[in-house]
Protein backbone atom coordinates (compact mmCIF):
# COMPACT_ATOMS: atom_id res chain seq x y z
CA UNK A 1 0.00 0.00 0.00
CA UNK A 2 1.02 3.31 -0.80
CA UNK A 3 2.21 5.63 1.89
CA UNK A 4 0.73 9.20 1.96
CA UNK A 5 2.60 12.29 1.22
CA UNK A 6 2.66 14.82 4.14
CA UNK A 7 0.24 17.30 4.01
CA UNK A 8 3.05 20.06 3.80
CA UNK A 9 4.18 18.08 0.57
CA UNK A 10 0.93 18.05 -1.04
CA UNK A 11 -0.36 20.10 -4.09
CA UNK A 12 -3.23 22.23 -3.41
CA UNK A 13 -4.50 26.28 -3.37
CA UNK A 14 -2.11 28.51 -3.99
CA UNK A 15 -0.59 30.34 -0.92
CA UNK A 16 -1.78 34.08 -0.73
CA UNK A 17 1.49 36.35 -0.10
CA UNK A 18 1.66 38.22 3.42
CA UNK A 19 1.96 42.05 3.62
CA UNK A 20 6.01 41.51 4.01
CA UNK A 21 6.46 39.28 0.91
CA UNK A 22 4.70 41.34 -1.74
CA UNK A 23 6.46 43.89 -3.60
CA UNK A 24 5.32 47.88 -2.64
CA UNK A 25 3.50 49.16 -4.89
CA UNK A 26 1.62 52.59 -6.22
CA UNK A 27 -1.43 53.36 -7.98
CA UNK A 28 -1.71 56.89 -9.87
CA UNK A 29 -4.22 58.23 -12.01
CA UNK A 30 -2.94 60.14 -14.63
CA UNK A 31 -3.08 63.45 -13.39
CA UNK A 32 -1.49 61.80 -10.08
CA UNK A 33 2.31 62.49 -11.03
CA UNK A 34 4.54 64.22 -13.34
CA UNK A 35 8.00 64.73 -14.66
CA UNK A 36 10.18 67.49 -14.39
CA UNK A 37 13.85 67.98 -14.19
CA UNK A 38 14.42 64.32 -13.90
CA UNK A 39 12.41 63.89 -10.70
CA UNK A 40 9.48 62.14 -10.42
CA UNK A 41 6.48 64.29 -8.53
CA UNK A 42 3.44 62.35 -7.13
CA UNK A 43 0.67 63.22 -6.04
CA UNK A 44 0.67 64.85 -2.07
CA UNK A 45 4.04 66.27 -2.78
CA UNK A 46 6.33 63.15 -2.70
CA UNK A 47 9.53 64.08 -5.08
CA UNK A 48 11.65 61.02 -6.39
CA UNK A 49 14.52 60.95 -8.30
CA UNK A 50 13.63 59.00 -11.53
CA UNK A 51 15.64 56.04 -12.37
CA UNK A 52 15.47 54.53 -15.93
CA UNK A 53 16.10 50.89 -16.37
CA UNK A 54 15.77 49.69 -20.16
CA UNK A 55 16.70 45.84 -19.32
CA UNK A 56 19.76 44.23 -20.35
CA UNK A 57 21.08 44.74 -24.10
CA UNK A 58 20.12 41.74 -26.69
Known sequence: ???RVPQ??????????TKR???PTLNY???GFRLRDGR???AGGIV???VWFAG???
Do not use: D, I
Open 21 to 23: EAS
Open 8 to 17: QRRAGMPRWK
Open 1 to 3: MRE
Open 48 to 50: LRA
Open 29 to 31: TRR
Open 40 to 42: LHL
Open 56 to 58: PAR
